[in-house]
């Protein structure tokens, strides 16, 4: 059974940085295509970022140009790296691990993040 686990949230004022990390289990994490959702209070879930197999990655409109999605398959692990942070970004921030090959979607439990003064 696929695990993810996120870490790196927290508060951080605005115009700040922080790096979201997601560890994987699996023997063929390198096949899997990673994402990061996120969910506003009172809002839908929605894609922030994603990176496949081949290291391409797609971003939401709202993330360009701030946020960078990357892996390290030696490590298992996808990272989301988010700069210049703006209040409407606060959110849990939620990892997905999906497989096609091995019909497999693996959420995690999500992590907060809080951009407030």
């Known amino acids: 059974q696929v695990q993810v686990v996120e870490s790196g949230g927290g508060l951080v004022q605005p115009g700040g940085s922080l790096r979201l990390s997601c560890a994987a289990s699996g023997s063929i994490f390198r096949l899997y295509t990673m994402a990061w959702y996120r969910q506003p209070p009172g809002k839908q879930r929605e894609l922030v970022a994603a990176?496949?197999?081949?290291?391409?990655?797609n971003y939401a409109d709202s993330v360009k140009g701030r946020f960078t999605i990357s892996r390290d398959n030696a490590k298992n692990t996808v990272y989301l790296q988010m700069n210049s942070l703006k209040p409407e970004d606060t959110a849990v921030y939620y990892c997905n691990a999906h497989s096609d090959l091995v019909a497999m979607d693996v959420w995690g439990k999500g992590t907060l993040v809080t951009v407030s003064s």
């Open positions: 990176i496949n197999s081949g290291i391409s990655t």
